[in-house]
Structure formats: structure tokens, C-alpha cells
């Protein structure tokens, strides 16, 4: 198979290449095989290399993380040196952002696209030794990516000056305003120069989010790449009606059937994700669970793991999952349907992203179904109902076979019955038709 790279001259045009980014950067970019820019990475990125400011609409799996680092590692370029000078590492670009999931996500693609600079950059996030990071902060960085609050103390103690910051970013800034940040949000631009390059990036345009674009940005470039509600073409949606009243029997058969990997499972509650892990856990299954009520230091060694292929399963509640931007996930399974579609939305939103497929996956009780109802008017989508069929003895004996997958619509087209210890083996061959899904091949 032949390996496109960044740097041949057939794909230069519309290419990161084409926008004069620095070697160092487009090396990390063919690397990691990156070739061409994402919508709002083509409007972004030139407008911000110009020193215009901007504000970005763009949907989670976008690239919205790289249509600002890139271009900001680009213009600090200058500024890189391998002193060890506090004095010759000034804080030159601040990134806001509201979670601590989200400031670790974009610190590490901080890191990634400056590795060939002497850039420095640092992360601040609360649930960490305030003492270590100012030892840290002492030591000087061109880039600081934080969370509102543990900025606001650290200024409150001078560890840090915003003297020199030329460039500002406001990451899911309605998320910010949800989460009740704006008055520290506000006390830390009040702090920076007048003369500065502003960005914002939000997952909507909102009247409250427009407020902001007039109190902080200055005659600012716009780009709305978002469509209203929408599911990115890349997941491919399936629900599957579970018959027999037991979806954790359903959830481990889905998952040893086809060696699943890089899968987030959800749940509606933190009692039941923690109940869910424990069950994956005892039937050998690489799961650990991941919620509000545990603290950061854990939290970070999960995700860790996760990342690391150490974990197969990471079982979720949706407000820890907002943040996630993890490149890996393949797949996303609803163990509870979300009551609110907007959830929905931002569940399978962790899959399918930067144009790699992705599988959404929705297991449901039939009175659960109405829900589902609602998802797909909400996002004018037909999410394909199914039956899934599967021998409980071999569960409990650890015996897993293919799954037998019963379209519901195509039985009534050739007539099977509903009996189904007579229809399994039509079942069977009507489920090729469905194989790539869930047929075995490890890929989700």
C-alpha cells in the first residue's frame, strides 16, 4: 500500500502544506499521516496565522484542538530557545478551557505539534499540588493551557504574569458559560494586554456566546462549520432491541464476540457504571469506570490506561465524557438510552472523528424505545433497529460464538418466523448483510 505524505507535490494543494506552516510542525503532521485539513483547519488556520482574531463554530471531532494549536506553535516559533532562563520563556499564548479533561487533552496536543521546537508549554488544572505547578510556572513557558479557577490562584499568588500574553484562547466557551466561569473568565482578561490576537471556539453560536464575541474579540473573522443536531457521516448507527430483559448478558457477548476494543460504554447514572465495570471486570473482560465522583489523580491514570491499550472498555457518565477527545475510540455503546437527545449527540460524538469510522452501537428495552424515538427527530436520523440473539449458556461458560443478528424489517421481506429457536439459521445468513459491524473482525 502506497503511504501519502505532506510533502508530495501532488497533494501540496489543499493541504496543510499550502499553509506555510514550519517544517518542524508539518514533520509531526506526515508522521502522524495528517493530509488534509478539516473544514473549520481551513478557514482557522490562515486567519489566525494572519493575527486576525476569530471565533469558530465547530462540532466535537472536527479538529478544532489542532485549527488553533497549529497555527499559535507557528507564529511562537520565533520565541523558541533552549535556555534555561525563566526570562527567555515568557508566557506568549493562554488557552482557557473548562474541564480538566479537556486542558490535559489539548496540553497533549500542545506537546505533540511543538516536539521538534523548544517551545515550552504547561498545563494547570485543579486536583494537583498547587505548590508543584508553581515550581513548574518558575521555570517559564510560551504556552499555558488552563482551567478558570486554578489560573485565578495562582495569580492570586503571582506565580504567574499575563504581561506578555499576545494571544488568547477561549476553548467550548459555552461550555464555559454553562459551567458559571465567566466572572473568573472575565477577572483574567482583565488582566491581559489590550494589543492581543482573541480566538474562540464553541460548539454553537448562542446569543450568550455572541455577548462574549463582543466583550472580548475585536472585528473577528466567523466560521460556522456546524450542521443543527447532526451525526457525522463517518459512525454508523445500530440499536439492538434486547429480548430477553438482560442487557448485561447482551453487552458481554457483544464484547467478547468480537474482541472489542476502544470502546466507551454509557450509562445515565454513576451508581450504574460502576455496577456495569464491576461486571465486565469479573468476566475477564479490561474495563474500568470513570465519573465525577472519582478524583483527578485517578481519573488521569484511567484515561491513561485507556489510551494506552491497557483498558479495552471505558464505562462513562455523559459529564465526564464531554471533555474526552480521545483519537482511539472506535466505538461508543449506549447501555442506557440517554433521556435527552442532545446526549446522544455528544455520546456517539467521541467516535467516527478527524474522518475514521466509528460505530454507535444502542442497546434498548422496548419500553426504552420512545427515547429513540426522540433521538432520531432530533437529529433527523434512522438509527436501524435489530434483534440480537445469543445462547446464554455459552455467556455463563465463557463459550462465545458470532452473534446471530436478526434485521426485524427484512424477516417480514422473506418471511421468516419470530420463533427464534426456528430462525437462527436464516438469521444467520441474513446477519452477513450486518457482519462488518459486529461479524467478528476486532475492528470496533
Known amino acids: 500500500m502506497n503511504q501519502i505524505s505532506i510533502f508530495d507535490k501532488d497533494v501540496q494543494l489543499n493541504s496543510f502544506r499550502s499553509f506555510g506552516l514550519d517544517n518542524s510542525i508539518l514533520r509531526v503532521l506526515d508522521e502522524i499521516g495528517y493530509i488534509k485539513p478539516t473544514l473549520i483547519q481551513e478557514s482557522a488556520i490562515p486567519n489566525i496565522l494572519s493575527g486576525s482574531d476569530f471565533i469558530g463554530a465547530a462540532q ?15 507564529r511562537l516559533i520565533p520565541f523558541a530557545n533552549n535556555s534555561v532562563s525563566p526570562a527567555r520563556h515568557l508566557l506568549r499564548s493562554l488557552i482557557l478551557v473548562p474541564t480538566r479533561e479537556l486542558a490535559d487533552q489539548v496540553y497533549e ?49 503571582k506565580n504567574v504574569s499575563l504581561i506578555n500574553v499576545d494571544i488568547l484562547v477561549l476553548d467550548e466557551a459555552d461550555r464555559m458559560l454553562d459551567m458559571g466561569f465567566m466572572p473568573d473568565v472575565d477577572r483574567i482578561v482583565g488582566m491581559l494586554p489590550r494589543k492581543r490576537q482573541s480566538l474562540l471556539f464553541s460548539a454553537t453560536f448562542n446569543e450568550d456566546v455572541r455577548k462574549l464575541v463582543l466583550t472580548y474579540l475585536k472585528n473577528p473573522v466567523e466560521a460556522d462549520v456546524t450542521v443543527p443536531n447532526s451525526i457525522a457521516d463517518t459512525v454508523k448507527q445500530i440499536s439492538y432491541k434486547i429480548a430477553n430483559n438482560d442487557k448485561y ?39 474500568d469506570s ?11 491514570r484511567i484515561l491513561n ?45 467521541r467516535t467516527g472523528r478527524a474522518n475514521k469510522e466509528g460505530s454507535a452501537i444502542s442497546l434498548y428495552y422496548p419500553e426504552e424505545e420512545i427515547h429513540l424515538l426522540g ?5 433527523r436520523s434512522i438509527i436501524p433497529r435489530l434483534d440480537l440473539f445469543y445462547n446464554s449458556k455459552n455467556i455463563s ?20 418466523s419470530h420463533d427464534y429457536n426456528k430462525s437462527d439459521v436464516h438469521a444467520t445468513k441474513n446477519a452477513n448483510k450486518i457482519a462488518l459491524l459486529l461479524g467478528g473482525t476486532g475492528r470496533l
Open 305 to 349: 490506561d485507556f489510551k494506552l491499550g491497557e483498558l479495552d472498555i471505558l464505562v462513562a457518565t455523559d459529564v465526564v465524557a464531554r471533555g474526552l477527545d480521545i483519537a482511539c475510540i472506535s466505538c461508543v455503546i449506549n447501555f442506557d438510552i440517554p433521556h435527552n437527545p442532545e446526549d446522544y449527540v455528544h455520546r456517539i460524538g
Open 249 to 287: 448478558a447482551a453487552i458481554l457477548f457483544l464484547i467478547h464476540s468480537v474482541k472489542m476494543k476502544h470502546a466507551i460504554v454509557f450509562t445515565n447514572t454513576k451508581i450504574a457504571t460502576n455496577k456495569l465495570a464491576s461486571y465486565l471486570i469479573s468476566n475477564n473482560v479490561r474495563a
Open 397 to 416: 461458560n465463557n463459550r462465545y460464538a458470532k452473534p446471530i443478528i436478526l434485521d426485524v424489517n427484512e424477516t417480514k421481506k422473506i418471511g421468516l
Open 290 to 300: 470513570i465519573h465525577g465522583d472519582k478524583n483527578q489523580k485517578e481519573r488521569i
Open 60 to 74: 466535537t471531532g472536527t479538529g478544532k484542538t489542532a485549527a488553533f494549536v497549529l497555527p499559535i506553535i507557528n
Open 109 to 157: 496536543c500542545v506537546k505533540l505539534y511543538s516536539k521538534n521546537t523548544e517551545l515550552r508549554s504547561l498545563v494547570l488544572f485543579g486536583g494537583v499540588d498547587l505548590e508543584q505547578q508553581k515550581v513548574l510556572l518558575h521555570r517559564g513557558c510560551e504556552i499555558l493551557i488552563a482551567t478558570p479557577g486554578r489560573l485565578i490562584a495562582h495569580m492570586s499568588q
Open 375 to 379: 433521538i432520531e427527530k432530533f437529529t
